[in-house]
């Protein structure tokens, strides 16, 4: 017999196979605020949860000053969730309650198919890991009541942001987000 009809029917029955697997997995929503119609019998996921750890002036010279921010991201859920990206603007509102004075990012967003070297975060079932960021800024003379602010150590933060997550895998779930937004 043709070794061809063998090999192109192993092909075969291995898509089936694959396709099988990729259309019947799993299906896990986060439920959204909007929609209030979900069906009851997909187990629903948590939204994973945020809070604000520490915001320290790290350095602070004449010229610059470094402030450091750590945020604890939890997974509420048994199955783990991918943190892709968590943008955040940082205030200091005893200087201003509506000027931004540095925003960041942590972490980034896939591009592709398939991007190497990403910087995302798989955040394990029932477990919380903790982002760091630290940000410079450069004093350029003028704002003195900030400056005064960080040197005298007397300063009143407020942080808001979103976190872009979604579940691990590539057959279940959607990209979700989480608005936030922290007062120290």
Known sequence: MNPKIFVGAAVAALAVILGGILLTGPTIIIPNSEDNTTNQIIPQAKPIQIELVDISID??????VTIDLAFKISNPNPRAMIVQTMDYQLFETSYSETEQIIGGEIGSRPQGMVEFGSNYYTL?????????????????GNTADLWQAFEDDNNSWRVSGTVFYNLS???SGQENTLDFEFEK
Do not use: A, H, Y
Request: aromatic residues 0%; proline residues 0%; without cysteine.
């Open 124 to 140: 394990l079932g029932e477990n919380s890991i903790v982002l760091k960021d630290s940000k410079t800024i450069k004093n350029t």
């Open 59 to 64: 350095k602070i010279s004449e010229r610059s």
């Open 169 to 171: 895998s590539m057959t």
